[in-house]
């Protein structure tokens, strides 16, 4: 399973690089907003940092404008992946860049139907929104289950999923156990994933006992 971070601080990804399981990194409108930066130097930046995915949002309403804005945001980087919206112009405009063999993530997905229609038209990654379908009183993990088992169906169907708002460690957990191809993580959450009490208490024991032994080993 592949980890994405989902965020557009620089600092963040550059911290979480050094623990080796940053696979790509996703940005939306939102997240360069609250940036407060260009998108397309922030794009290049985490560009010059990674050579995994990296997914920048198209910000235009039809598919034409949606083409011509992708194409200005692949071309910053080649590892660039044209995040489209779940609409009908997003699917025709990520049919184009399926036949132009630019990647995309078709984001705001939050059904099954939704993900059959952008694993049609071509879409790389689909992004089904854990945590808001949660927030709206559906159990956001169950939409991963009914997706792979669509996809599972066809061997037509490659586009990869893309776990997506996810809120908390037992997501990213769940959604592993359903098969999810990637989880987009928030920088906070991926570091809670190595955090257990008895982790912490039991290394605290193992120094304390080796301190009595009076030993060093280098
Ligand atoms: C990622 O591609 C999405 O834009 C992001 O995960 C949305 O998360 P949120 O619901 O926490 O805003």
Same mark, same amino acid.
């Given at each position: 399973m592949k980890f994405f971070i989902d965020t557009a601080e620089i600092d963040e990804i550059e911290d979480l690089l050094k623990t080796n399981m940053v696979d790509g990194v996703t940005t939306n409108p939102s997240l360069i907003a609250k940036s407060g930066k260009d998108i397309k130097e922030t794009i290049s930046k985490i560009c010059q940092l990674i050579s995994g995915p990296v997914s920048a949002e198209v910000t235009a309403i039809t598919s034409s404008e949606m083409v011509e804005e992708g194409k200005i945001l692949h071309a910053i980087a080649p590892n660039v992946v044209v995040k489209i919206p779940l609409t009908w112009d997003g699917l025709e405009a990520c049919n184009k860049f399926y036949n132009l063999k630019i990647p995309t993530n078709v984001t705001l997905c939050f059904s099954a139907s939704q993900a059959l229609l952008a694993a049609k038209a071509g879409a790389t990654y689909i992004s089904p929104f854990i945590g808001r379908l949660d927030d709206s #009183?559906?159990? #956001?993990?169950e939409l991963i289950g009914q997706i792979r088992s669509i996809y599972d169906n066809?061997?037509?169907?490659?586009t990869q999923i893309l776990a997506a708002s996810i809120r908390n460690t037992n997501h990213i957990i769940q959604v592993a156990m359903l098969g999810a191809d990637v989880a987009t993580i928030p920088p906070k959450i991926l570091k809670d994933l190595i955090k257990h009490p008895l982790t912490e208490i039991g290394l605290e024991n193992f120094l304390k006992d080796w301190e009595t032994t009076g030993q060093k080993i280098r």
């Amino acid at each position: 399973m592949k980890f994405f971070i989902d965020t557009a601080e620089i600092d963040e990804i550059e911290d979480l690089l050094k623990t080796n399981m940053v696979d790509g990194v996703t940005t939306n409108p939102s997240l360069i907003a609250k940036s407060g930066k260009d998108i397309k130097e922030t794009i290049s930046k985490i560009c010059q940092l990674i050579s995994g995915p990296v997914s920048a949002e198209v910000t235009a309403i039809t598919s034409s404008e949606m083409v011509e804005e992708g194409k200005i945001l692949h071309a910053i980087a080649p590892n660039v992946v044209v995040k489209i919206p779940l609409t009908w112009d997003g699917l025709e405009a990520c049919n184009k860049f399926y036949n132009l063999k630019i990647p995309t993530n078709v984001t705001l997905c939050f059904s099954a139907s939704q993900a059959l229609l952008a694993a049609k038209a071509g879409a790389t990654y689909i992004s089904p929104f854990i945590g808001r379908l949660d927030d709206s #009183g559906i159990e #956001g993990v169950e939409l991963i289950g009914q997706i792979r088992s669509i996809y599972d169906n066809y061997d037509n169907l490659n586009t990869q999923i893309l776990a997506a708002s996810i809120r908390n460690t037992n997501h990213i957990i769940q959604v592993a156990m359903l098969g999810a191809d990637v989880a987009t993580i928030p920088p906070k959450i991926l570091k809670d994933l190595i955090k257990h009490p008895l982790t912490e208490i039991g290394l605290e024991n193992f120094l304390k006992d080796w301190e009595t032994t009076g030993q060093k080993i280098r």
